[in-house]
């Protein structure tokens, strides 16, 4: 049984537009969630992080939405760059239980120029 | 560039091969895992050391064997692995296993593995 789940397998944005990625999230001791976004041939990177006392992080051109009664969170990214393409992965873990991520299927987002 | 290094990239080896994989951090973390890749599927997670302890080991098969030696490396140990175990292994590090504030785990670009 998927935790977390990406039900967007590929988004295609044109340059400058948003971009939204979204993920959905089935258990509910999940207090502390992650973006990561990955090229080909490389490891996950680090994006931006949420803990569940809050419903928005912004960090330049990415902020996370949690909606938590919804068990949902979103990454909006704008304006979208070309160099934005990758394979997008949301992650999530419970606090004080071992740091472990529980990760999404992955979207992958296309940049248009 | 990544601050957890993985070597090799790239790895062949035959079913009755042992190898090694390698990753190193200097970023003084204190946490260390191992997570497996297969192809258009998200990481998984395989074993996780905290202070140079084998904190967890999510039921990974014996035919590999995690090592840290020190609090910057972590080796993951192959021997006799099926044509299945072909996968991308990530190694990522974090500053603890039990922040009072999780931190985000930082990986490697992972080495490459095919099982002929």
Redesign the interface.
Known sequence: DQQVKQNSPSLSVQEGRISILNCDYTNSMFD?F?W?KKYP??????LI?I?SIKDKNEDGRFTVFLNKSAKHLSLHIVPSQPGDSAVY?CAA?V??A????T????TRLMVKP | D?E?T?TPKHLVMGMTNKKSLKCEQHMGHR?MYWYKQKA??????MF?Y?YEKL??NESVPSRFSPECPNSSLLNLHLHALQPEDSALY?C?S?Q????R??????????T?LTVT
Do not use: C, W
């Open positions: 502390y992650l990561y041939a490389e490891g996950p990177t680090f992080s803990s992965f873990s606090r004080n071992g740091n472990m991520l990760f999404g299927g992955g | 990544t957890v993985q946490a258009k599927k998200p990481p998984e997670l996780v905290s904190s967890i990530l990522a974090s603890g296993q039990r922040d504030y999780n931190s985000p785990l930082h990986f490697g670009n992972g490459r």
